[in-house]
């Protein structure tokens, strides 16, 4: 049986909440783009994210522990797809639109510059006097005019939903700047959803490679609630944890946080009395997130990760490495426009020597950014 758009469209009416973001009622694209005959709007914007260039690179850029230090921490691009399948899960199990939370999910993390947020903190110095850098905005930039994949149109495309969740996209490192898109409202359900996804997944899983790595150890998580909790469940009395233990822990880890946020937001999504996506919007609060036990209970675990984990010298190691090699790629380019590829050095005129700069700079890659660093600095390398 052959399921045309305006079938998914009505199944798609009947499975979502009465707050849930119906895909027929889009705020539609900015320019004129005939919709395909089987999938609905959100869809195919999942598919034009996919297939950009700046989702490809993820591969290859920093979440904690840089590219080359081993090829089974996660990357950008591991954590985008880890985001994406416990968005899909909340948004299932809370009646939210899964598409359109997908398509936010994979292009949240778009406009990251390469070493994670200690190159996002350098490219931000070096471009304080230029309109400074966030990879939130970066992330819009992409999609609505830095990809270029149409003839008919700068970006993607997206629809105002999708691009109204990438800039309302805030977590404990992300502010959003959303004063071109009803400031004055919170981000729909699922946009909400995408923003604790993102959190519960890095939370989790940066845990998860600490671990691997040794740089964190069983024995420092002693006292850590939620670490006794999961000590508990397994009757694991250490003192070594193999790659079997680990691997249940931190899936039993994953399935605690999301039970107690679905649970946590069903009853707030009861006690708000919202009809309608926009009703959620007006709220005073978010509604998606965990119980006041659970709250607690991840943001002793978040304090942990910080002072042991994003604070050891190891990771700062690396990260005063990305501040000499951005900076030293950012000073370079300035200093002489013409080493920048034609194709940048043809936009100068239009976005400024600067951002120019900044926008080649943040697409690079951890690996790419190192070999052109010595390409430009090292007299003996040759690529």
């Not at 591969?59 to 230090?69: A, C, D, P, S, W």
């Not at 070493?115 to 970066?138: A, C, I, P, W, Y």
């Not at 400031?183 to 995408?194: A, V």
Request: with cysteine; proline share 3%.
């Amino acid at each position: 049986m052959y399921f045309d758009r305006l079938m998914l469209e009505e199944l798609e009416d009947r499975a979502l909440a009465p707050y849930g973001m119906r895909s027929r009622q889009t705020r539609g694209r900015a320019y004129l783009d005939g919709e395909p005959e089987y999938r609905t709007p959100f869809q195919r914007d999942r598919d034009r994210i996919l297939h950009t260039t700046a989702f490809r690179r993820l591969e290859y850029k920093t979440q904690v522990f840089i590219n080359y230090e081993g090829d089974y921490f996660r990357t950008r691009l591991t954590h985008t797809l880890e985001v994406a399948q416990i968005g899909r899960t909340l948004a299932r199990a809370l009646g939210g639109n899964e598409d359109l939370v997908e398509a936010i999910c994979l292009a949240h993390d778009l406009g990251h510059s390469p070493f994670g947020h200690s190159g996002e903190v350098t490219l931000n110095r070096l471009m304080q006097d230029f309109g400074g850098f966030d990879h939130n905005k970066q992330s819009f930039r992409i999609v609505t005019e830095l990809e270029q994949r149409y003839p008919e149109f700068p970006g993607l495309n997206l629809t105002w939903e999708v691009r109204e969740g990438i800039v309302k996209h805030e977590s404990e490192y992300d502010i959003s700047d959303a004063r071109d898109f009803s400031p004055e409202l919170r981000g729909n359900l699922e946009t909400q959803i995408t923003n604790v996804a993102d959190e519960l997944a890095y939370t989790t899983h940066d845990l998860d490679d600490g671990l691997r790595s040794g740089l964190l150890t069983p024995q420092m998580l002693e006292g850590i609630a939620l670490w006794e909790m999961l000590k508990e469940t397994y009757n694991w009395r250490g003192p070594g944890l193999d790659d079997m233990e680990r691997h249940r822990m931190i899936r039993h880890l994953v399935g605690l946080l999301v039970t107690d946020m679905v649970s946590a937001t069903d009853q707030r999504l009861k006690e708000s009395s919202a009809k309608t996506a926009q009703d959620l919007q007006k709220l005073g609060y978010n509604v998606i997130g965990f119980s006041d036990d659970m709250r607690r209970r991840n943001r002793e675990l978040k304090d942990f990760l910080y002072q042991q984990l994003y604070r050891h010298y190891r990771v700062m190691r690396m990260q005063v490495k990305a501040d000499q090699i951005i900076s030293s790629l950012f000073n370079a380019y300035r200093q002489e426009p013409a080493i920048l590829p034609t194709a940048y050095q043809k936009l100068i005129s239009l976005h400024g020597l600067e951002r120019t700069t900044c926008d080649y700079i943040a697409g690079m890659t951890d690996r790419f950014a190192v070999e052109e660093h010595q390409r430009l600095f090292d007299p003996v390398f040759k690529p």
